[in-house]
């Protein structure tokens, strides 16, 4: 079965860029209409969707954080990657990979999530 | 932007019927999603396109939606359905989604 896997610097200085990469295993990237998405959660608080790539290659992103942000995907090495550039405190937070179950009409239904990587913004 | 509206939290006993709301414009027409997260662990879906549940999830677990408003309703409550609860859908355009809130169900 397909399987996510995030990865990336545990701590970030502020204003620098926090970079991540989901590591997708058990099926390529780019086999299936998929939407690929970066959700995150600051600690005790709730979740937060980031944006989305498609299998194609067009992007989404929430407009709070759209000036920051950057969603790519690395078909070669069967990943897709998050760039938020001019981090601050507030970015701090479990960052989670998830992918949609591919139907049309049911974009929200994300049956596969990565266990979620933390990073913590701080100088 | 877009905004869900949920409640905080919803406390009920076991057996009982939990129902967990969610407020947004665009609900009559976009679908709602809901998902549940327990302490330390990856959301799960338990309910996608309003109403439907993905296998593994059980029957006590139903969605509907009226209006601007969509529900989870949990049908005969267990303790182990304690967990924090998000709706989950999309701005009129499609583009943007947004999680409610979450709503904190404590079942004992």
Known sequence: QVLLQESGPGLVKPSQTLSLTCTVSGGSITNGTYYWNWIRQPAGKGLEWIGRIYTGGNTNYSPSLKSQVIISLDTSKNQFSLKLRSVTAADTALYYCARDTGIPLARGAYDIWGQGTMVTVSS | ?108
Do not use: H, M
Not at chain 2, 4 to 27: E, F, H, N
Not at chain 2, 30 to 54: E, M
Not at chain 2, 63 to 78: M, V
């Open chain 2, 1 to 108: 932007s877009y905004e869900l509206t949920q409640p905080p939290s919803v406390s009920v006993s076991p057996g009982q019927t939990a129902r967990i709301t969610c407020s947004g414009d665009a609900l009559p027409k976009k679908y709602a999603y809901w998902y549940q997260q327990k302490s330390g662990q990856a959301p799960v879906l338990v309910i996608w396109q309003d109403s439907k549940r993905p296998s593994g999830i059980p029957e006590r677990f139903s969605g509907s939606t009226s209006g601007t408003l969509a529900t989870l309703t949990i049908s005969g409550a267990q303790v182990e359905d304690e967990a924090d609860y998000y709706c989950y859908s999309t701005d009129i355009s499609g583009n943007s989604w947004v999680f409610g809130g979450g709503t904190k169900l404590t079942v004992l």
